[in-house]
């Protein structure tokens, strides 16, 4: 599509272009190459990648007419002496603005680190990133020394640095949530920092400037200070719970709900019974938008809670563990009958042949 866009006289005059976030743009057949290079005066993209070295190839492509440039990237991996020599011929003389999106884990960082550090003349940079504990280059939490030291020299013309950097580490030494505000104090911007250690000997970081200006949250644990009374997570759109130390109970979930109004994706990682059910048969806790659920890896109090407890209206997808959603089925809750009848798709950790007909008249419309 984008090369016959590319031909007419309506793509040749474009000054912007911009593809929705959930629309990634795939690879041309040919060396990898995008289809950019008939738009001379195009000056803004905003676009979604599947792989990093995309990004090198079309800012070899734009670098030199762009303005902006916002862009989100599904994969990081090695670059080799190829891509790095198309990385050293990057030349953005006129770009001033760049956003850069990483929420898959990205396990090598550092070419991003190269690319920003080609940058120079950005005045208003946006870093929304996921760093993997996979990583073979990082032995540490990302914070405000690394930011110091590898981007920030780099962009003498920098204005406005808004970030929220997620690093995960195998094996993480235990620090204090002091040290990591302490490596900003020479950054006179307002932030905040969340440290965290799992039972499974990981452990994570996150980092963000103020306001925040991300729209997903990962790795949220009990002690993640998600309720505050500035609202700060209020944007959020896209939730992932997970804590192999602690259940998450349901006055956790109320809290989410307040917390989180305009939430519509939720995943639950979390195999801990919870030790304080509730009884009741339906809770007042209200997700109004909530449209994708992921119960994948979960205890089943979970899925009873918000199948069973929850009027949740605007459900039109559920991932699940096939066991959970048997017996889900089985026990034949009236509120969980309520919020299946409207979901669209249903996907399972196992296939359901065996159990097609009862799945079938939960889910009339999957």
């Known amino acids: 599509m984008i090369a016959t866009l590319g031909r007419s006289s309506l793509m040749r005059s474009l000054q912007s272009f911009e593809l929705d976030d959930n629309c990634t743009l795939a690879e041309r057949r040919t060396g990898g190459q995008l ?22 190839h079309l800012l070899n492509q734009l670098g030199s007419q762009l303005h902006s440039f916002i862009v989100t990237i599904g994969s990081v991996s090695k670059h080799g002496p190829i891509l790095s020599s198309k990385m050293r011929s990057i030349w953005c003389p006129n770009l001033k603005q760049m956003t850069m999106t990483i929420y898959q884990n990205c396990s090598n960082y550092e070419p991003c680190i190269s690319l920003l550090q080609r940058l120079s003349n950005v005045e208003y940079l946006t870093l929304l990133l996921a760093i993997d504990e996979d990583s073979t280059t990082l032995n540490h939490f990302i914070d405000g020394f690394v930011l110091e030291k590898n981007i920030l ?23 204090t949530i002091d040290r990591i505000r302490q490596s900003f104090l020479r950054q006179q911007q307002p932030f905040d920092c ?23 949250l990962d790795f949220v644990s009990n002690r993640f200070p998600l309720f505050d009374i500035n609202k700060t997570f209020s944007n959020v759109t896209t939730l992932l719970l997970f804590d192999d130390v602690k259940p998450f109970e349901s006055i956790f979930f109320e809290h989410v709900a307040r917390a989180l109004p305009r939430l519509k994706t939720l995943e639950i990682i979390n195999q801990l019974e919870q030790r304080e059910k509730t009884t009741t048969m339906k809770t007042n806790i209200n997700f ?8 994948y890896d979960i205890h089943i109090d979970y ?64």
């Open 153 to 175: 020299p780099y962009m003498s013309h920098l204005h406005q640095f808004s970030f929220h950097i997620r690093s995960m580490l195998k094996n993480a030494s235990h620090i």
């Open 288 to 295: 109004a938008h909530l449209a994708v659920l992921i119960l």
């Open 35 to 56: 289809l950019f290079d008939r738009i001379p005066r195009l000056t803004h993209i905003r676009i979604s990648l599947w792989h990093f070295d995309q990004c090198i």
């Open 194 to 216: 969340v440290l965290d250690h799992f039972n499974n000997n990981s452990g994570q970081c996150q980092i963000y400037s103020l306001p925040f200006i991300g729209t997903r």
């Open 303 to 366: 899925a009873k809670q918000f199948l069973c407890q929850m009027d949740l209206s605007s459900l039109i997808e559920l991932a699940i563990n096939k066991d959970i959603l048997l017996t889900i089925v089985a026990q034949n809750h009236p509120q969980a009958r309520d919020n299946c009848s409207r979901v669209e798709t249903l996907l399972t950790s196992k296939p359901l042949d065996e159990s097609i007909d009862p799945i079938q008249n939960f889910f009339p419309l999957a």
